[in-house]
């Protein structure tokens, strides 16, 4: 009698056990490191890029970039590395700050900014993005690591939450933390709510530095775009006594006629 062949039927996974498969695996690729983002960052390396920075960062003995290093990445170059990496645990992202490079720490705060603009990102995920700006903001320390990181984030956390920390920020006396107090407003403004800017503005009409002037006009000239007489009000008090480059960057969208008044306020104080 012939034997009758067996066919052993191998199971299928289950449609749910492929997805959560699926998803480790996902997750796995996601969750890419600081090592492998500066390896990556570090192909993008260019001779003639790096000369233009040099010309662009004052690096100079005294100068606000002394002792920082680059190693010449075009920032559009670095941006778009930056999307991939947007799901970086906060653990790597102060392994990038942490670097003595700057297109590294740029690198870190790119990803933390595009983290906080992804529509799918928690409040949870804000929270941890923003903690960590703050208690590292040791090594937010030039303009453009500032900007980066207070166009939105910064403001976009804070905007329903009590902003004290800004206020705080505006009294110290580290320059880069005082021009994130005001460019951390930019948010606000971009939803008609400039009253921080006015408030923050006021507190470093004395200040000293000339990049805290151009943080705090800036953010003035938008919030005149929001609140026109209120700007003209903070001019007609404050003018003639702002330091000069504050005063240039916060008339810049008036006509030629209030510039020139309000110029002319402050030549003759």
Not at 17 to 32: E, G, M, W, Y
Not at 83 to 97: F, G, H
Request: hydrophobic content about 40%.
């Amino acid at each position: 009698m012939a034997k009758t062949a067996v066919v052993k039927k191998i199971a299928k996974p289950s449609k749910k056990k492929a997805l959560k498969a699926n998803a480790v695996k996902s997750s796995l690729q996601i969750k890419r490191t600081a090592k492998e983002f500066i390896e990556e960052l570090k192909t993008l390396q260019s001779d003639a890029e790096l000369e233009k920075i040099k010309g662009y960062f004052k690096t100079g003995k005294g100068e606000y970039s002394e002792g920082d290093q680059f190693i010449g990445v075009r920032m559009g170059s670095l941006f778009e590395l930056a999307k991939q990496y947007i799901d970086m645990p906060v653990s790597e992202l102060e392994k990038l700050l942490e670097s003595p490079i700057h297109e590294v720490r740029a690198g870190a705060v790119s990803i933390m900014d595009k983290a906080a603009r992804n529509k799918k990102v928690t409040e949870d995920r804000l929270k941890e993005l923003f903690d960590l700006y703050m208690r590292r903001h040791d090594r937010i320390n030039n303009w453009d690591l500032v900007d980066l990181g207070c166009l939105h984030m910064t403001g976009f956390y804070l905007f329903d939450k009590p902003r004290n920390i800004l206020y705080k920020l505006a009294k110290s006396k580290n320059i880069w933390e005082r021009r994130t107090a005001i460019v951390s407003t930019t948010y606000f403004i971009r939803n008609k709510d400039v009253d921080d800017t006015f408030k923050i503005a006021e507190l470093l009409i004395k200040d000293k530095e000339d990049l805290v002037h151009k943080g705090a006009g800036w953010m003035l000239r938008f919030a005149g775009d929001v609140d026109r007489k209120r700007l003209l009000n903070f001019l007609d008090k404050y003018a003639a006594t702002m330091p000069r480059t504050l005063l240039r960057y916060s008339i810049e969208k008036l006509d030629k006629k209030e510039r020139e008044y309000y110029m002319g306020l402050k030549k003759l104080s």
